[in-house]
């Protein structure tokens, strides 16, 4: 099969790495599988990939959220204006903005319809953001999910089914063997001797990054020594203000932020240097309010890594109690507990080897194949078997232009 994987953007965010992984994953079982992002900087894509990548010609655009979302839809319009730019079997959508392209494809006739990968939905308080997302997945003509838990959300909010695929973890680029270029990161990082804790994700709210900075500020009063590691950056969708509250509550708390401060925002990270990262931090912080799987969580896990969670799906889906450590995430003095408890030798040696496990049965290969026979089921020829919509997802239908 000839498969388009369309993501949001060529940056290293949990969309483009999942998007990425999977193409390669399918290219190893034989498919020819391209990944396509819009590619505003004209860099390409965050790292070379093992697989057919085709970076979208589009333009940077300042503005709301909403005008990105739209300009976005628009350079996938125009990318696959062609006969040629669409001679794909299968197009797979990653994202609000390639779900919204390919549904305008289909309902042009310039394809024959899509599969989406819903990670999560968002709770939009913009209606035009709200309306974009409903139509991504009213449209598609197979849905995806990587958990149970945003499957039954789907279902219950817009009445459709998702065959839920789950995720995977590249075990030869995430190791738990240090590695030739672990020191220099230390070094230009300025990181100290711990210990180090690492929070993915930027300052977001959906990252519960103000809850990660008060635990780290208690664990911080006993440990002086200790610094938080804040990698990456939030998504344009992220809350407004959430930022600034952050950093309030960091000059709150009298903790500095800079190389080789207390905290360390480090901005985007090359995918090169992330597997060095984790290894470099003593324990991933991860008591997420929403994910659509946790990559970060399998990514430090093959890294040998300590993770805290939240004690919530998704991640009560593939992790037993003892894998990692599990927090109520609205509880600051939860997390700090937990911060403090991954320190203990015996306890991280069990984690380590629970993690390493983990990881060791979240083979892409395996993610890949359970793709396959919903691709199948669109290939032409295929039987049909129409979703009808339903309560909110006939309202959606009907809400929705006939072509935008």
């Not at 040629?84 to 549904?103: E, K, M, P, V, Y």
Request: net charge neutral.
């Amino acid at each position: 099969m000839r498969i388009a994987i369309l993501t949001p953007s060529t940056d290293p965010r949990g969309t483009g790495v999942h998007a990425i992984a999977l193409g390669e994953a399918l290219c190893r079982l034989g498919h020819e599988a391209v990944v396509h992002a819009p590619d505003p900087t004209g860099r390409g894509f965050f790292r070379d990939a093992a697989c057919p990548v085709i970076s979208v010609a589009a333009k940077p655009v300042c503005g709301s959220a909403a005008a990105l979302v739209g300009a976005r839809i628009a350079d996938y319009l125009t990318h696959f204006s062609t006969p040629a730019a669409c001679d794909f079997d299968i197009f797979h959508a990653q994202c609000t903005i390639s779900g919204n392209a390919l549904a305008t494809l289909t309902r042009r006739r310039l394809i024959p319809g899509f599969v989406r990968t819903v990670h999560r939905t968002e709770p939009f308080s913009d209606p035009q953001l709200a309306r974009w997302q409903d139509r991504a997945i009213v449209d598609a003509g197979r849905l995806l999910c990587l958990s149970r838990t945003w499957a039954a959300a789907l279902a219950g909010e817009y009445g459709v089914q998702a065959e839920v695929i789950g995720s995977g973890v590249d075990g030869l680029l995430f190791g738990p063997e240090p590695g030739p270029d672990d020191g220099a990161l230390q070094k230009r990082l300025g990181l100290g001797h711990g210990p180090i804790f690492l929070s993915v994700g930027g300052f977001a709210a959906r990252k519960n990054s103000l809850a990660v900075i008060a635990a780290f500020a208690q664990v911080h009063e006993a440990v002086p020594a200790a610094q938080l590691v804040v990698a990456g950056e939030a998504t344009t969708h992220e809350a407004t203000g959430y930022e600034a509250r952050c950093r309030a509550a960091l000059e709150r708390a009298g903790l500095a932020v800079g190389p080789g401060r207390p905290v360390i925002r480090t901005g985007p990270v090359a995918q090169a240097d992330m597997p060095a990262l984790y290894r470099l931090c003593a324990t991933l912080v991860f008591p997420s309010l929403a994910e659509g799987y946790g990559q970060p969580v399998l990514e430090a896990m093959a890294s040998g890594t300590p993770v805290i969670v939240s004690a919530r799906p998704p991640f009560t889906e593939y992790l037993a109690p003892g894998e990692a450590l599990a927090v109520n995430p609205e509880d600051v003095a939860s997390i700090a507990a937990a911060m403090r408890v991954s320190l203990e030798p015996s306890r991280r040696a069990r984690l380590r080897n629970a993690g390493l496990e983990i990881a060791r049965a979240h083979a892409w290969a395996s993610c890949a194949a359970r793709h396959l026979p919903t691709y199948a089921a669109l290939l032409p020829g295929a039987a049909s078997v129409p979703r009808p919509a339903t309560g909110s997802a006939a309202w959606n239908t009907l809400r929705m232009p006939t072509d935008a």
